[in-house]
Structures are given as structure tokens and as C-alpha cells.
């Protein structure tokens, strides 16, 4: 796999026109893997090239660096960085929001199955150990 | 249970979702035959967290496997109807539209990577759940965007093989246009 991809240092964020706020080290490729299997599920080849890869790992990080700075902007008035923030900024984008708000609903509804889950879990062990006692 | 054995065998299971929430545009999408597909060695890495070596993340890993099937569970009580139409297009599928379709469905960016970036993003010294759901879902369409876009920059220079940077390039060039990458604003200088 090549690591001299077509995309900018691994530094700086893609074709960003101003400097950026945060200057962090990302490591290249952190996303390489899932991304071959996305690229592909959406159209590409079954191998997509590793320049393709890489410079769609950077558009993407670019994108949600962007996406997360504006929502920070937004939520700073607030003084916190919230999930509203973030689906205020996807309105106008359709099929983005709808899948947010039905993950993060399944997200929660999931959550309190968990949590029945667990309290009943935790009778039927109390209910064994006693037996076990006895 | 293999998950990826869990997600093929049981078509019901499957939630009727598509990025475009558009029946239409999705049997656009996978009913078009491709005619360059070799068998994707996806099994060997589906599934397991080969990125980062941690008792932490590979339970994670684990639980968000399972959490899928049980998402898909619950997708699959809220409209019938979208899933009868998603269940007789799946049924129609070649071997190879149905592997594309996994592959589809199945990838997602890593629960872990995504917090990290988060954090050094934002600086802050953690992040909510549902902001790494939504975010990594966004990111996700996105990448879809600049995929489907490409794939339609090939056909118009009647390209053809894996996608180049050249027609992700010209992809991202369009999606900037058509608004849907966030900029951040730059300061007016002058009036």
C-alpha cells in the first residue's frame, strides 16, 4: 500500500485555503481500512486505488473539521459543543439529517433496552445466588 | 454467530436504509450491472479491529457488531412497506450486487478513531455519544457524495476501472458548488 498518496502532508488539512486552528499530528491512513470497504459499498472497485483512499480520507477528515469547527462557533454562544449544533448545520442536507435523527433515536431506544436488559440481569442473579444458598 | 454471516443469511434483518432515501435512486445505483467484480476479500477483515491492539477497543468492536443487528431489529418495526420494497429489490440481486450492498451497509468508521479526531478537533476532553453517531453517519453520506459524484465524472469522460484522484478531485470541485461542503467563512478584507 502506498503512502505517497496524490493528497497533502499528512499535517495540514486537504486543500484548506487558512491555516488551521488546531495543528495536530494525524497519523496517515487511520481510517484507510473502513474506507476501502465504504468506497467500494458506494461504487468504486472492489480495491480502490490507495491514492483514491488516501485522498478521500482527507477530504473526509477535512469535511468533518469543518463541519465540527462551525458547530463549535454555533455552540460556543452556549458555551458547549452539542449534537444540535451539529444537525442545525446539516438542515439543509435531507437525507443526512433524516439518517442522524433515526440513528441517534435507535441510538437512545437501544440504550434503555440495554438498560432493562441489565436490571433484569441482575434479578435473575439474585435470584440464583439465593438459590444457591439455600 | 459470525455478525457477517447474520447479516447475509437473514434478508428481514436487513434495515431498508439508503443514503438517499430514495427507492429510486438506490435501484439505480445497485441494479446497473458491473461487469469488473472480483470477490472482495472483505470476510477477513469485516468485523475485526485490526487498527488498534486494545482490550478496549476490540469489546467495542464487538458490542457495536451486535448493536447493528439489533439497530436492524428495530429499523425493521417502523415501516413495513419500505421494507417489502428494499426486500424485493435485495431478492433480485446478483451474487455480486449483493456483496457491494454488504459492503454498503456494513462499513462505517470506527466508533474510537472517530472520538479520537473528535477530541483533537475540538480540544475538548470528551465527546458525547450521539455526536460520534451523527458525525460519523454525516461523514459516511459524504463519502458516498463524493463517490457517486466520481462515478458520474467517469462516465462523462467515459473513464473506466477504479476511481482516480483526478475524478475525486472533480467530485469534491462539484460538491463545493452545489454547497454541500462546509466552508468556513473567509474574513472580507476589503469592501
Known sequence: ?134 | MDPFEVAFEDVEDLSPDSPTDDPVHVENQFLTPTNSLTSPALAASTGTNASTGNNEDEDEEEEEDNVDVNIRNIAFRRDPNKLAKTRAMLSQFTEAQTERYESFRRSRFKKADMKKLLLSITGMKTISEPMIVAVSATAKMFVGDIVETARMVMSERKDSGPIRPCHIREAYRRLKLEGKVPRRSVPRLFQ
Open chain 1, 1 to 134: 500500500m502506498s503512502n505517497n498518496a496524490a493528497g497533502p502532508s499528512s499535517k495540514s488539512k486537504a486543500g484548506s485555503s487558512q491555516p488551521s486552528e488546531t495543528t495536530f499530528k494525524r497519523k496517515r491512513g487511520v481510517f484507510q481500512k473502513e474506507l476501502q470497504h465504504m468506497m467500494y459499498g458506494f461504487g468504486d472497485d472492489p480495491n480502490p486505488l490507495p491514492e483514491s483512499v488516501a485522498l478521500v480520507e482527507d477530504i473526509a477528515v477535512e469535511y468533518v473539521t469543518d463541519l465540527v469547527h462551525k458547530a463549535q462557533d454555533i455552540g460556543s454562544k452556549r458555551g458547549k459543543l452539542s449534537v444540535e449544533d451539529f444537525l442545525y448545520l446539516i438542515r439543509k442536507d435531507m437525507p443526512k439529517l433524516n439518517r442522524c435523527t433515526e440513528l441517534l433515536s435507535m441510538n437512545e431506544e437501544l440504550k434503555q433496552a440495554r438498560k432493562v436488559f441489565e436490571s433484569d440481569e441482575e434479578k435473575l442473579r439474585k435470584v440464583f445466588e439465593a438459590d444457591e444458598e439455600s
